[in-house]
């Protein structure tokens, strides 16, 4: 008969309170195969398709239709911002791929959470996971939420109202709705994921045909200046020009010194990064994959390729579509281009296509945004509560299986609940609470600066940590193990971002440091309570 350790799934609870070891996955040190021990509180029943779709919903979101501006206030040319798009799709894509080298060594549901736990040890994985159920999740829905009832005011011609409360209320209102849909069921989220893939593949698409058409219209009627854009027919795609600022400034790059460009293009690139985040969303339902060692990989490594080319691809269009100096003042370049191609009225149905774009990233995240929280309730870090599934309240879950046991077959059985949800309800109340709060307190700016910080100084030490793993555990069993320089190129990168967003935003950081040190003392304090309890 196998011992506790060897059948102790790794994220549960170890039974001595004072054994804070980093965990083992076997006793040889090395992975079981694929997907056998992933101590999950969920059914396998997701594929490469719907980690796909998981994937690029959540990407795929606000950021493509309103981070070109940004981006291209902080850059000389409309060549440099495309390039630009593209070091930030390839830096999302090495933080991926190190990602599923973990996922697939290392099993267990919770994000990072397993990995800087099973690395550095237990205090580490503690404060991934209250970080991201506290901070990092709550306020990317926060801004999503923010994002949507933004782009309906701006389909109205309406700005500058989201301080107001009735702006607020909107957004914590389309939260609300998000969240029951995602407790409903996991194969319901999947299915509206589906329909929110197509409908921004649809977008985009929409957006790149206008802008083939365009060009084919002007290279054949070179004189017609009544269609898109002219700058990408006349002017060099990267000669340097003035940029134009959203307060009518403008910025010549010929007088600025190397630490001031430097500046700006590290803004530009965090406006990049912002766009491709949710890039590690695969990893927080990989134990819900039936073959994880297989698909993790698969879906991100054709995920993430297809998100560079779209965001490439509809940017270029955006400078086809809109004269240069239009594409860095607006915040809604997508429903500007085709406002002034095709007119009002169409503006307003591309304004609706990227609120149900909107939409599609907050069904992602908040599908996500519950894993943690059930991953550390199983792991006694969090209440018990916040592993049910299927309910919400303080019941437990009856284990049919287990009360029937070694009863002969046909026997009846009446159990006292039937669960029919396999949504963790709790978690998904709690995340969509703190959510709220945010939308309450915070504003978009201060917002992104947060989750930034939050997200890119665990992703350091994550990546950071699968490096000194394959130092540390060279015979550890990966099924996925992409070139090191991958990892490194990340660590390197992110490190940058969180250095960089410190010194821009202290205060910010001082709040993220306090909530670090808060999370540090209810994990001793907790693990002292139980050492208490057990003498």
């Not at 703190?434 to 990546?463: D, K, P, Q, W």
């Amino acid at each position: 008969m196998a011992s506790e350790a060897e059948t102790r799934p790794l994220l549960s609870t170890p039974r001595d309170p004072d054994n804070d070891s980093i965990p083992t996955l076997s006793n040889d040190g090395m992975s079981p195969a694929d997907d056998e021990v992933q101590g999950s509180a969920f059914s396998k029943n997701l594929g490469t398709a719907e980690a796909f779709a998981i994937v690029i919903s959540i990407v795929i979101g606000s950021g493509i239709f309103t981070s070109p501006g940004s981006i291209d206030t902080n850059v000389p040319s409309p060549g440099a911002a495309l390039v630009v798009w593209l070091i930030g799709g390839v830096l999302a894509w090495t933080g991926a791929s190190t990602m599923a080298e973990l996922g697939t060594a290392i099993p267990g549901e919770g994000g990072v959470q397993p990995y800087l736990r099973y690395i550095f040890g237990d205090v580490f994985g503690f404060l991934a996971a209250w970080t991201w159920i506290v901070a990092v999740m709550p306020a990317t829905l926060a801004i999503l939420s923010i994002v949507f009832v933004e782009s309906i005011y701006s389909a109205a011609g309406i700005t500058d109202q989201a301080d107001r409360i009735e702006h607020k209320l909107l957004s914590i209102l389309i939260l609300v709705v998000i969240s029951v849909a995602n407790s409903i069921s996991t194969k319901t989220s999947t299915r509206l994921n589906g329909f929110f893939v197509v409908t921004k593949f649809a977008t985009i698409a929409a957006v790149v045909v206008a802008g083939i058409v365009v060009v084919v219209i002007q290279a054949t009627h070179p004189d017609r200046e009544d269609v898109g854009g002219r700058d990408w027919f006349t002017k060099p795609w990267f000669g340097s020009r003035p940029t134009v600022n959203p307060d009518g400034s403008k910025t010549d790059w010929g007088y600025l010194s190397s630490w001031e460009l430097l500046g700006h293009y590290s803004t530009a690139l965090y406006g990049a990064l912002w766009a491709y985040s949710g890039w590690d969303k695969a990893i927080y339902i990989s134990a819900e994959l039936s073959a994880p060692a297989k698909q993790l990989p698969l879906a991100i490594n054709s995920a993430i390729p297809t998100i560079v080319f779209c965001f490439i691809t509809a940017n270029a269009a955006y400078y086809i579509l809109l004269p240069w100096n239009v594409v860095s003042t607006t915040d809604s370049v997508a429903v500007t281009a085709i406002t002034r191609l095709l007119g009002q009225g169409f503006g307003i149905v591309a304004a609706a296509f990227i609120c149900l774009v909107v939409a599609g990233s907050l069904l992602g995240n908040s599908f996500v945004a519950g894993r943690m929280a059930v991953a550390a309730a199983n792991q006694d870090w969090f209440p018990r509560l916040f592993a049910r599934l299927g309910q919400p309240g303080l019941q437990k879950r009856v284990d049919v299986a287990a009360e029937t046991e070694g009863e002969p077959a046909g026997a009846d059985h009446c159990p006292k609940e039937e669960v029919t949800s396999d949504a963790p309800v709790n978690a998904i109340i709690l995340s969509a609470i703190l959510s709220a709060l945010y939308i309450l307190l915070g504003s978009f700016r201060a917002l992104l600066t947060f989750n930034g910080l939050g997200e890119y100084s665990f992703f350091f030490l994550t990546v950071l940590g699968a490096i000194v793993l394959r130092v540390r555990e060279p015979g550890l069993r990966r099924p996925y193990k992409p070139f090191v320089l991958v990892p490194a190129v990340f660590a390197v990168v992110s490190g940058f971002v969180v250095v960089r967003g410190a010194i821009f935003a202290p205060v910010l950081a001082a709040v993220l440091i306090v909530l670090w040190a808060i999370g540090g003392a209810l994990y001793w304090g907790r693990k002292e309570l139980v050492r208490r309890r057990a003498g």
